[in-house]
């Protein structure tokens, strides 16, 4: 099993059990497709590589109930109170 790098407190939601955290995004920017003239192939691959994403999600939130769970940063280490 990976390594969590993170130093969460939990590791499932005390109100459902779940495992997964969701912390919200804010995202920007413009993005391109290209489509193959000659086969319509459309190739997405570079499609968000120009988006900004910045964390607005103060807390981390049960990504199955959505209670609020704990405070993390932007790099999503734990803020302690
Ligand atoms: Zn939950």
Do not use: W
């Amino acid at each position: 099993m990976k390594k969590n790098i993170y130093n969460f407190p939990i590791s499932s939601c005390p109100h459902c059990g779940g495992g997964k955290i969701a912390i919200r995004q804010y995202i920007c920017g413009y993005g391109e497709y290209y489509v193959d003239l000659k086969t319509g192939d459309v190739d997405t691959a570079e499609l968000h590589s120009g988006l900004q994403y910045r964390n607005t999600g103060k807390y981390a939130v049960c990504a199955d109930c959505g209670r609020r769970l704990f405070e993390v940063d932007r790099h999503l280490h734990v803020i302690e109170e």
